[in-house]
């Protein structure tokens, strides 16, 4: 088992920025996928960044303008750095890990609220 604990989110105003945190516990694949996921009100959940465990990052193509994801291996922690936040960027921020390799053992947060208003 996985236990993944996520924290920064908050309220924001439009142009601000935000930085968030997901820490991992338990047992923690060595080859692994971490994600950041958001789901906003009314919408289906999206994928915002994964970052592999050697380091490769990617992003929706929407955000990566704005949004810097990164992984500590060491402390076994996803962050998610936003900046310029927009209205429209309110959501539940969820964290994510998944094995690389069979079994495909997937975890998910409970979510960090990402309030962007004025």
């Known amino acids: 088992q996985v236990h993944l604990v996520e924290s920064g989110g908050g309220l924001v105003q439009p142009g601000g920025s935000l930085s968030l945190s997901c820490v991992a516990s338990?047992?923690?694949?060595?080859?692994?996928?971490m994600y950041w996921y958001r789901q906003a009100p009314g919408k289906e959940r999206e994928l915002v960044a994964s970052?592999?465990?050697?380091?490769?990052?990617d992003y929706a193509d929407s955000l990566r303008a704005r949004f810097t994801a990164s992984r500590d291996n060491r402390k076994n922690t996803l962050y998610l750095q936003m900046n310029n936040l927009r209205p429209e960027n309110t959501a539940v921020y969820y964290c994510r890990i998944r094995r690389d390799v069979t079994p495909r053992d997937d975890y998910w947060g409970q979510g960090t609220q990402v309030t962007v208003s004025a």
């Open positions: 970052v592999t465990s050697g380091g490769t990052i």
């Open positions: 338990g047992n923690i694949p060595g080859a692994s996928t």
